[in-house]
C-alpha cells in the first residue's frame, strides 16, 4: 500500500508575464458583493496580462491585444468560485461587466462586439445549470458531483449553437464541448449530436476558420494516442532559437531514457517540479534525456525568464498544445503532462499532474538495477543479493515529509512462475505507517525542501534456481504496487 500525492492543473494562472503589444482594451467590473482586496485577473494564451485589486466593489483591467482576441477573467476572493469568464476584446473597446453577486461568470456584459453577443446567448441559455456548477464549486463538492450538472449545461450549449452565427465565439464554445468529450468522460452521452453538430457548423461557417474547424474535427474524431508499450513517434520542434528539431535526434539511443515534459508558463505544478525534475536530471549520469514542451505561445515562451533558465532541451511545439505531438500522446489536455520512453523507443509510463518523489525515484531505477518501476515512481530498488540464503533487495522510498507509506506484511517476489515469502525487514516497519526522514537535498525553498527519502531492506525465501528477472509484489491488497522485470545482475 502506499499514500499517492498527485497534483493536476489545466490552466492555473501564476505568472504574470508582459506581452508585447502596445494597443489596449478595458475590461471595467462592478458588484457589491465583492469584498475590498479581490484580486481581478485578465489571461490571454494562459499568461496572465492585466491586474487589479476590487476597491468599492469595482475594478479595472488594461489588457493588452492586437486583434480580435479570446481574454479570460479571474477573480481570487472571498465568495468567488474557481472559475474563468471568458471575455472578447479588440483594440480600443470598452468592456463592462456587471453583477449583484460574486458568481461572476454568470454577470450581465455590456460589449459592442458580437462575438460576446454570441456567447452571452450560449450563457443565458444554461443560466441555471452554470449557477448550479458554480454553487457546487463553491462548496467544494468533488468532481463527481459538479460533472453531471456540467453535462448538462454542454448538452444545452449544443442545443443552442444552430441558431447562432459561426463565428470565433461559438467555435470556441464547440471546442470546449469537444475537448471535453474526448478527454474528461469516457463515454460521452451525446456524442452522436456533436458529430452532427461539428458537420453541420463546418458547412455553414464563413472562410477563415479553417484551422479551428480542423482541431474541433480532430477532437470529435481524434487519433490514435499512444499507449504504454507501443513505439514513440517523431514529431517536428522549435527550440527559443526558433531553429526545428525532431524528436528523433534524441529517441532510441542507447542506455538513454528520454522523458517528455508537457508544460505551460502558467501552471503551478509544472513550475513546482522543476526543481525536482533538475536534481534528478543533474544525478542520473547521462542516462535520461528530458525534452521540455512548451505549449504557449512562441513569443511568450521565448522572452521568458522562467523558460530561458531551463537545463534541458527546451522545445515547443508551435501550436499552443493543439499540434499533433500533443494529439499523438497525451490521453488529456492536463497538464503537467508526462511521457517517458525507453532506450528501445518503447512507451513506458505516462501520467498528468505532479507526485513529490516521481523524479528521484525514476532516476534511482535507472541508475541502479534494470526494473520498471512505473506502478509507483517513489520505491526503487537500488541493489540485489541472491544466494542460497535468501534473496535481499535494498528500496529507497521517496517522499513529502511528514507522509507515510507503507509496506504489507505479505509482500512477495514472483519467478518462474513460483512465489518466495518475505521474511525479514530491516529499516522500515511492516504493515505499519513509515515516515521518510532523511533529506534528500539542502535545498531550503519550494517543493524541492520538503523532499525526503527512507532506505530499507527485504529479504526474501532464496530462489529454487536464480532467474534473469523477477515481479516485487507489496502483497495482493487494494493498491499495491508492482515493480515489474527487475534483474537479478
Given at each position: 500500500?502506499?499514500?499517492?500525492?498527485?497534483?493536476?492543473?489545466?490552466?492555473?494562472?501564476?505568472?504574470?508575464?508582459?506581452?508585447?503589444?502596445?494597443?489596449?482594451?478595458?475590461?471595467?467590473?462592478?458588484?457589491?458583493?465583492?469584498?475590498?482586496?479581490?484580486v481581478a485577473e485578465s489571461s490571454i494564451d494562459n499568461v496572465r496580462?492585466?491586474?487589479?485589486?476590487?476597491?468599492?466593489?469595482r475594478f479595472t483591467l488594461t489588457v493588452p491585444v492586437e486583434s480580435?482576441?479570446?481574454?479570460?477573467?479571474?477573480?481570487?476572493?472571498?465568495?468567488?468560485?474557481?472559475?474563468?469568464?471568458?471575455?472578447?476584446?479588440?483594440?480600443?473597446?470598452?468592456?463592462?461587466?456587471?453583477?449583484?453577486?460574486?458568481?461572476?461568470?454568470?454577470?450581465?456584459?455590456?460589449?459592442?462586439?458580437?462575438?460576446?453577443?454570441?456567447?452571452?446567448?450560449?450563457?443565458?441559455?444554461?443560466?441555471?445549470?452554470?449557477?448550479?456548477?458554480?454553487?457546487?464549486?463553491?462548496?467544494?463538492?468533488?468532481?463527481?458531483?459538479?460533472?453531471?450538472?456540467?453535462?448538462?449545461?454542454?448538452?444545452?450549449?449544443?442545443?443552442?449553437?444552430?441558431?447562432?452565427?459561426?463565428?470565433?465565439?461559438?467555435?470556441?464554445?464547440?471546442?470546449?464541448?469537444?475537448?471535453?468529450?474526448?478527454?474528461?468522460?469516457?463515454?460521452?452521452?451525446?456524442?452522436?449530436?456533436?458529430?452532427?453538430?461539428?458537420?453541420?457548423?463546418?458547412?455553414?461557417?464563413?472562410?477563415?476558420?479553417?484551422?479551428?474547424?480542423?482541431?474541433?474535427?480532430?477532437?470529435?474524431?481524434?487519433?490514435?494516442?499512444?499507449?504504454?508499450?507501443?513505439?514513440?513517434?517523431?514529431?517536428?520542434?522549435?527550440?527559443?532559437?526558433?531553429?526545428?528539431?525532431?524528436?528523433?535526434?534524441?529517441?532510441?539511443?542507447?542506455?538513454?531514457?528520454?522523458?517528455?515534459?508537457?508544460?505551460?508558463?502558467?501552471?503551478?505544478?509544472?513550475?513546482?517540479?522543476?526543481?525536482?525534475?533538475?536534481?534528478?536530471?543533474?544525478?542520473?549520469?547521462?542516462?535520461?534525456?528530458?525534452?521540455?514542451?512548451?505549449?504557449?505561445?512562441?513569443?511568450?515562451?521565448?522572452?521568458?525568464?522562467?523558460?530561458?533558465?531551463?537545463?534541458?532541451?527546451?522545445?515547443?511545439?508551435?501550436?499552443?498544445?493543439?499540434?499533433?505531438?500533443?494529439?499523438?500522446?497525451?490521453?488529456?489536455?492536463?497538464?503537467?503532462?508526462?511521457?517517458?520512453?525507453?532506450?528501445?523507443?518503447?512507451?513506458?509510463?505516462?501520467?498528468?499532474?505532479?507526485?513529490?518523489?516521481?523524479?528521484?525515484?525514476?532516476?534511482?531505477?535507472?541508475?541502479?538495477?534494470?526494473?520498471?518501476?512505473?506502478?509507483?515512481?517513489?520505491?526503487?530498488?537500488?541493489?540485489?543479493?541472491?544466494?542460497?540464503?535468501?534473496?535481499?533487495?535494498?528500496?529507497?522510498?521517496?517522499?513529502?515529509?511528514?507522509?507515510?507509506?507503507?509496506?504489507?506484511?505479505?509482500?512477495?517476489?514472483?519467478?518462474?512462475?513460483?512465489?518466495?515469502?518475505?521474511?525479514a525487514a530491516d529499516g522500515i516497519k511492516l504493515g505499519e505507517n513509515?515516515?521518510?526522514?532523511?533529506?534528500?537535498?539542502?535545498?531550503?525553498?519550494?517543493?524541492?525542501?520538503?523532499?525526503?527519502?527512507?532506505?530499507?531492506?527485504?529479504?526474501?525465501?532464496?530462489?529454487?534456481?536464480?532467474?534473469?528477472?523477477?515481479?516485487?509484489?507489496?502483497?495482493?491488497?487494494?493498491?499495491?504496487?508492482?515493480?515489474?522485470?527487475?534483474?537479478?545482475?
Amino acid at each position: 500500500m502506499k499514500k499517492k500525492f498527485i497534483i493536476i492543473a489545466l490552466l492555473a494562472l501564476v505568472a504574470l508575464t508582459g506581452l508585447a503589444q502596445t494597443k489596449t482594451a478595458t475590461i471595467k467590473g462592478y458588484s457589491p458583493a465583492l469584498k475590498d482586496g479581490t484580486v481581478a485577473e485578465s489571461s490571454i494564451d494562459n499568461v496572465r496580462v492585466a491586474s487589479d485589486t476590487v476597491q468599492g466593489g469595482r475594478f479595472t483591467l488594461t489588457v493588452p491585444v492586437e486583434s480580435l482576441t479570446k481574454s479570460n477573467l479571474f477573480l481570487a476572493g472571498e465568495g468567488c468560485p474557481n472559475h474563468l469568464m471568458t471575455i472578447w476584446l479588440k483594440p480600443g473597446v470598452d468592456v463592462k461587466v456587471s453583477g449583484t453577486d460574486c458568481l461572476y461568470p454568470l454577470w450581465k456584459v455590456d460589449s459592442p462586439l458580437p462575438e460576446q453577443q454570441t456567447l452571452s446567448r450560449i450563457m443565458e441559455h444554461g443560466h441555471e445549470t452554470l449557477a448550479e456548477c458554480l454553487r457546487l464549486d463553491l462548496a467544494n463538492a468533488p468532481w463527481k458531483e459538479e460533472l453531471p450538472i456540467y453535462m448538462k449545461y454542454l448538452k444545452q450549449t449544443m442545443d443552442v449553437l444552430p441558431s447562432l452565427p459561426v463565428d470565433a465565439a461559438s467555435l470556441e464554445e464547440l471546442e470546449g464541448v469537444a475537448m471535453m468529450a474526448r478527454n474528461y468522460t469516457k463515454d460521452f452521452p451525446y456524442m452522436e449530436q456533436l458529430k452532427e453538430l461539428e458537420a453541420s457548423t463546418a458547412a455553414r461557417a464563413p472562410k477563415g476558420f479553417e484551422e479551428q474547424l480542423a482541431l474541433i474535427h480532430t477532437q470529435v474524431y481524434p487519433p490514435h494516442i499512444l499507449q504504454v508499450g507501443e513505439e514513440a513517434i517523431d514529431a517536428e520542434l522549435i527550440d527559443m532559437q526558433g531553429q526545428k528539431h525532431h524528436l528523433a535526434e534524441v529517441l532510441g539511443q542507447p542506455g538513454r531514457y528520454v522523458l517528455l515534459d508537457f508544460w505551460s508558463l502558467g501552471c503551478g505544478p509544472c513550475r513546482m517540479a522543476e526543481p525536482e525534475m533538475r536534481r534528478a536530471y543533474e544525478q542520473s549520469q547521462g542516462k535520461l534525456e528530458i525534452i521540455g514542451i512548451n505549449l504557449d505561445k512562441l513569443s511568450a515562451w521565448q522572452e521568458d525568464n522562467f523558460s530561458k533558465n531551463i537545463a534541458w532541451k527546451n522545445w515547443n511545439d508551435g501550436k499552443m498544445g493543439k499540434g499533433d505531438i500533443v494529439n499523438s500522446y497525451c490521453n488529456m489536455k492536463a497538464i503537467p503532462y508526462y511521457v517517458l520512453i525507453s532506450p528501445d523507443n518503447r512507451i513506458l509510463w505516462k501520467d498528468a499532474g505532479y507526485g513529490i518523489g516521481w523524479f528521484m525515484g525514476m532516476v534511482s531505477a535507472i541508475n541502479g538495477p534494470r526494473q520498471d518501476n512505473t506502478d509507483n515512481l517513489q520505491f526503487a530498488i537500488r541493489q540485489v543479493n541472491a544466494d542460497v540464503s535468501g534473496t535481499t533487495i535494498s528500496f529507497r522510498y521517496y517522499g513529502q515529509e511528514g507522509n507515510w507509506f507503507r509496506i504489507a506484511k505479505d509482500s512477495y517476489l514472483e519467478a518462474n512462475g513460483k512465489k518466495y515469502k518475505l521474511t525479514a525487514a530491516d529499516g522500515i516497519k511492516l504493515g505499519e505507517n513509515n515516515y521518510p526522514t532523511v533529506k534528500a537535498t539542502t535545498a531550503t525553498e519550494d517543493f524541492l525542501s520538503g523532499l525526503c527519502y527512507s532506505d530499507f531492506t527485504l529479504t526474501f525465501e532464496p530462489f529454487e534456481s536464480v532467474p534473469e528477472t523477477f515481479d516485487f509484489k507489496e502483497g495482493d491488497g487494494e493498491g499495491a504496487f508492482i515493480i515489474r522485470n527487475v534483474s537479478v545482475k
